[in-house]
């Protein structure tokens, strides 16, 4: 799949629509907005971290006046350790996505729930080389701190968030349904 048509919409296939769920199955399939909601909130915090350390915002009181990149270099390691963090988590949520919800999905699923799972499926693949390059870019703004690698660092966390967040506005468009009618637990 080329990384262009990732965000397309046109070229994400729809399932079918489960229509009148009760309130019980509506809120069980709302579960998965809550938990991308989560893992939204900390991408903002990665974000902005990013901007405050691009602003020069953020870094720890001086030690030594003659040492100007140290307070640079810590904000670096600060932000390297935040943004490891979200993407380990990242990678656990799609994790559990694979190997449970759409599994049990998939073991019920009519025909057009199994290509939007293929397709959420393949977009982990796309959106886990996004986190690799993203860990790359923040660990050579840590060992080799200056603005190219700040530069590059920031352009990969820009594509990082745009591709999760059309993602799960697509997943949640396409799963809420199934979840709650078939009760799968996220």
């Known amino acids: 799949m080329a990384k262009t048509t990732l965000l397309d919409d046109r070229t994400r296939p ?8 009760d309130a019980v199955q509506a809120r069980h399939g709302e579960v998965l907005a809550h938990i991308h909601a989560s893992h939204l909130r900390e ?3 990665v974000t902005r971290t990013m901007a405050e350390v691009e602003a020069g915002e953020r870094d720890l009181p001086a030690l030594s006046a003659a040492v100007e990149t140290l307070p640079m270099a810590e ?15 990242l990678t656990f949520h799609h994790d559990a996505e694979e190997q449970h919800v759409f599994p049990a999905l ?5 025909e057009g729930l ?12 796309i959106i886990h080389e996004h986190i690799d390059a993203l860990a790359e870019a923040a660990r050579s703004v840590v060992n080799e701190p200056g603005p190219q690698a700040f530069a590059r660092c920031r352009d990969a966390l820009t594509a990082l968030e745009r591709l ?3 993602h799960f506005r697509y997943e949640e468009g396409e799963l809420a349904g199934p979840i709650g009618f078939y009760g799968v637990p996220v």
Do not use: M, N, Q
């Open 114 to 125: 199994i290509a939007v799972l293929d397709r959420l499926a393949a977009e982990h693949v």
């Open 164 to 166: 999760v967040r059309s």
């Open 14 to 21: 729809k399932g079918p629509t489960y229509e009148g769920l």
């Open 75 to 89: 904000a670096y390691r600060s932000f390297g350790t935040l943004c490891g963090r979200e993407c380990a988590l």
């Open 43 to 45: 991408l903002t915090k």
């Open 106 to 110: 998939r073991r019920r699923a009519p």
